[in-house]
């Protein structure tokens, strides 16, 4: 996820919606300068933020997050079927909460199961 396309897509979407940043900010319960971060590619906001950006902004979570291209991919090997959007929302937002390290952790581990270390 890129934080600059994040954030240009998050413009087009609150502009598209007659919003202002403050009101946008108010909307999800942060400071206009750090909603204005968002935009800008600073920062993004956490998954609780985005949850609700997205709620407010009638947008796709996936939309927001990834690229056009991922957003397809996402589709194409269905991901965005309905139980499979829920699982992915729920080890997101969990995954948000780890350390750096745990981070690199469940990475290994994911890629050690597809590699059939399941099995």
Known sequence: MNRNDF??????????HGLTQSQLANKIETTRQAYMNYELGR???S???IAKLSQILGADLMEMLYSHTTYTFAH???IM???NREEFFEM??????????S?????????LLVKGGDK
């Open 103 to 111: 981070r690199k952790r469940i990475i290994s581990l994911m890629n």
């Open 92 to 101: 997101f937002e969990l995954y948000s909460k780890l350390s750096p390290l």
């Open 81 to 83: 079927e309905c139980s």
């Open 47 to 49: 998954a609780e933020a």
């Open 7 to 16: 954030g240009l897509r998050l413009k087009e979407l609150r502009i598209s």
């Open 43 to 45: 920062c993004m906001p």
């Open 76 to 78: 194409s090997k269905g």
